[in-house]
């Protein structure tokens, strides 16, 4: 079987912020428009980001998985221009997308995301209740599954849930995937792990009970902003759960410059292979090649 590669990247935060309108900036908005004009635009460039897809198309990706974050306040305003930029990426059989807790910000605009972004989160199998999540794609040999984390929080909170109807939804798809030979990817905005109690998934130890009974062969997730490999306990061996920065960002603090990672998929069941590539910004401001590693 041929390779298939799959880039994963995160965390846009789509610049520029679109002026709001003075009655947007009630509640949690009003700290997050601070956050953003004090100290996020100095960082999140949309030149960086441009480049570091163009370098994506440049590698020919089998299918690209973007984990959320695509936007920042969650206004009206912000979902045509994401869109827009979505389309630039790749058509919506060829790019998944999943919510980060940016696109659901507040409870007002938190259906927009779907609405605007409808066809890159369309499933190849049934979903049950008439929820959104988990979505299930197809794509070669793998197997993506999406699942949302995104709900609205109180200002100054980032925390994550999957809810007790989208865990039990999660049980049944892995239950039907477990004996396929497929590559499956769980696609997620929140880690699965985290020392933040203000960004952390609430859920997360129903989410790795999940994971130890059924296991997948790849998580990855954003959020975070910086690069980060953990193991997850599986039913057959431990699973590698990988974060990518900010695909818009300038180096800043303990923050990496944009990056994205590759993934090369060969093999069947049990005797899959995968390589990660991480590609990003360097101290030249250019897209390299940065590291290669063996992952299975």
Known sequence: MAAFTLAHLSDPHLPPLPAPRLFDL???RAFGYMNWTRNRHKFHRRSVLDQLVADIQAQAPDHIAITG???NLALEAEFAPARAWLESVGAADRVT???GNHDTYVRVTRHRFAEAFGNYLSSDVARSGGSLFPLVRRRG?????GVSSAVPTPPLMATGRLGPSQLEALDRVLAALAGEPAFRVLLIHHPLRSNSR???LTDSFELLALLRQYGVELILHGHDHV???IWIDGPKGAIPAIGVPSASALAHGRYPAAA???FEVEGEGAAWRCTQTVRGIDDSSRVQQLQTMRLL
Do not use: C, E, F, Q
Not at 141 to 145: A, E, K, M, S, T
């Open 26 to 28: 009630a509640g949690k």
């Open 69 to 71: 974050d695509l936007v």
């Open 97 to 99: 997308v999943i919510p």
């Open 141 to 145: 040999p793998l197997v993506l599954i």
């Open 198 to 200: 203000v960004k952390r």
């Open 227 to 229: 690069h980060s490999t």
């Open 260 to 262: 994205y990672n590759m």
